[in-house]
């Protein structure tokens, strides 16, 4: 039977739409399908009150690869937007991520011998040498004081497990710095795409058949018929039936305020850090665009358990975890007409240019050998 495309996509989000526009440029047929009722995956953004709200969590975009830069610049132009949130931890605010400010706000120290002198010591007190846990980990990266102060109780409630619980790995997404550098990034390209990532979505996906409002699962024999290649990014355990147990994720949720004041919190985000909020961020979307709007939306995130009508966020990529996914990616490499790839599919704690990079890599793979 005359199969209609070369490529099923299921899921519009970051990788299968890379991995779908990239096809197309190499003369593939694709068609992109999304159970949600619109495309662009967790990086879509609902326009409101001439705003982009980020409306599944805040994504700033950030790079320190060349190829990756010029890979999405040519979608959007992007603002010079840089990362710099605060904290509120027990009532004081500060500045993050962990350098100069910080220090200060936290002991006084003016100098970075001054600070260096307080965490070493405090590595030295609580610290071990081989860190088995987040909360050891932490511990002999920063020492006591930053670890209570802006880790212990955020990675708890941002978690729901404790941080002995926790793998150490998560924890060294944050750096400290003896610069008074408040740009969250250590990375060299940054930025917000001017109009929103939903112009990045629209020029990847021009030209290329796409339908919304699709259950894969609800019409998996009729779908996978249409095409030669199925391109899969949604959850891996679900596409295998749980048959190795499921995965767990945590789930967020997000409630968006409609404030009539021009500016809420003067910055973009603002974490929680301690248990007295039940929330871990505000995000005042605005300040993303240097907005000048009338009006503000803000957004408060709420971390949540996970079950199977949430929305999968973060993967918890804890050893229990890893073992059941090894025996899905062992299966999902049997069959050359299935493609596995982005956060679901690999289970994986991806930010959005790893995603890219990966798709890109992905397609590269299957072109070459052809
Ligand atoms: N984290 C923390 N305090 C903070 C910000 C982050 O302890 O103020 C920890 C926390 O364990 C979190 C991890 O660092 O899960 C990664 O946070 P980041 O904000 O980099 O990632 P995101 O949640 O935005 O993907």
New binding site residues.
């Given amino acids: 039977k005359e199969k209609r495309y070369d490529y099923l996509i299921v899921g519009a989000g970051l990788f299968g739409s890379v991995f779908a526009h990239e096809m197309t440029k190499r003369n593939k047929k694709c068609l992109v399908i999304d159970k949600r009722d619109h495309l662009g995956g967790n990086v879509y953004c609902e326009q409101k009150e001439g705003m982009n709200i980020h409306k599944y969590g805040a994504h700033i975009f950030h790079t320190n690869d060349k190829k990756i830069w010029d890979y999405v610049n040519q979608f959007a132009v992007f603002n010079n937007y840089i990362n710099s949130p605060l904290?509120l931890s027990k009532g004081k605010l500060y500045n993050?991520p962990f350098n100069m400010n910080t220090f200060y706000q936290l002991w006084g120290t003016k100098t970075p011998t001054e600070a260096k002198k307080i965490i070493d010591k405090q590595i030295q007190e609580y610290g071990v040498e081989s860190p088995k846990n987040l909360e050891e980990q932490a511990l002999s990266l920063v020492g006591k004081d930053i670890y209570e102060t802006?880790?212990k109780e955020?990675?708890e409630k941002?978690?729901g497990k404790k941080a002995t619980e926790l793998p150490a790995f998560?924890?060294k997404?944050?750096p400290v710095r003896f610069t008074y550098d408040n740009n969250y990034f250590n990375d060299r390209y940054q930025g917000i795409p001017v109009g929103g990532y939903n112009t990045i979505i629209d020029g990847l996906l021009r030209d290329i058949e796409t339908r919304v409002g699709v259950d894969f699962f609800e019409s998996r024999e009729e779908l996978e018929s249409l095409a030669d290649k199925v391109v899969y990014t949604g959850k891996i355990d679900e596409f295998f039936e749980y048959k190795y147990g499921q995965l767990e994720y945590r789930s967020l949720r997000f409630e968006h305020e409609l404030h009539d004041m021009n500016n809420y919190q003067g910055n973009a985000v603002v974490?929680y850090?301690d248990t007295s909020y039940p929330y871990t961020r505000i995000i005042e979307h605005k300040h993303f665009e240097f907005g000048k709007q009338d009006k503000t939306i803000i957004t408060k995130e709420y971390p949540e358990n996970w079950n199977k009508d949430k929305e999968a966020y973060y993967p918890i990529n804890n050893d229990k975890n890893q073992t059941i996914f090894k025996k899905y990616r062992e299966e999902s490499k049997l069959s050359e007409n299935y493609i596995f790839g982005g956060r679901l599919a690999e289970y994986r704690y991806y930010d959005m240019h790893q995603i890219i990079g990966s798709s890109l890599a992905k397609v590269g793979e299957i072109s070459k050998d052809k």
């Fill in positions: 904290s993050l802006f880790i955020y990675t941002q978690w998560i924890i997404r944050l974490n850090n």
